[in-house]
């Protein structure tokens, strides 16, 4: 008898160690890691100073909002995941998870991070944390069975974090805005690419993306090449603005040509190849941007 209780311990322990990081999925980690470095970017390019407590508050409760939302996102669409390769090994997808426990989950997580920002940041940045819950899990996670033009909804809960960061360090101006769009126009190229490399997924989940209703590619690519080219101006805003100095107006427009290069290049040829390189160059374009508007301050 004794014998078979290291066997039990070891596998309650495999069994509780998997079931915590089917929670941590429900977070989508990738993807908050990103609202953490926007929320920090935006924090820092206020330019008032650091302070760490300050800081540390509002990117860790944004990221706690953020996770929040992502697992009421998964809730909402685990009939989709279901029926999609890539997501279906989700925890509720693949029914290692049930709804009602996730639920609780969610609004814990999402509660914690407002009451975190609120306390350790201001009112102000937690409110813009909660309209990203919002927007994110009520509006445009069941507007994107719906319609194609969902993802300009979406964009709006993917850019706050950087205005939930300038919030908690300093009063909402212009250049707070400037960065908004920088991540609200960011986003299209890159969703639009990242569809077209999985249209097929999409399809079979029943999702009216453009990628999906468009077989031949022309109406992607004409959607491409025009958030690329709004893209390059609205870069440049934080430089016109006075958040940022010439060496960043130059980066920008640098990235943003390259990025409308490669739309072109889509554009002609309308490939899975094409879009992948479209994509993965929208993640390097990113963390550029952001390292240029932080060294080079007007």
Known sequence: MMRGRPAASTGAAVASAN???????????????????????????????????????????????????AALNQIAERDLDERMPR???????????????AAGFALLLALAGLVQIAAGANVLAAA?????????????????????????????????????????AAPLTAPAWSLFALVFVWQLPHFLALAWLYRDDFGRA??????????????????????????????????????AGTVYAAGAGLLGGGLLALACRFAARRTSDEARLLFRATLVYLPLVWMLLLADPA
């Open 128 to 168: 813009l944390a909660l309209a990203t819950l919002v927007s994110y899990a009520a509006v445009y996670t069941p507007l994107k069975r719906r319609t194609h033009w969902a993802v300009l909804v979406g964009a709006v809960p993917g850019a706050l974090p950087v205005v939930i960061g300038w919030a908690a």
């Open 19 to 69: 079931r915590f990081s089917d929670f941590v999925a429900l977070t989508k980690p990738r993807l908050n890691s990103l609202v953490v470095v926007t929320t920090g970017v935006g924090y820092l390019a206020a330019r008032t100073g650091v302070d760490l407590s300050v800081l540390a508050h509002t990117t860790i409760g944004a990221a706690l909002v953020a996770g929040g939302a």
């Open 206 to 243: 029943g999702l009216p993306l453009l990628a999906v209703i468009d077989d031949t590619g022309r109406r992607t690519a004409r959607h491409l090449f025009a958030y690329s080219v709004l893209l390059v101006p609205v870069s440049l805003a934080p430089a016109w603005l006075g958040a």
């Open 87 to 101: 997501t279906r090994d989700r925890p509720l997808a693949a029914g290692r998870l049930q709804p009602a426990e």
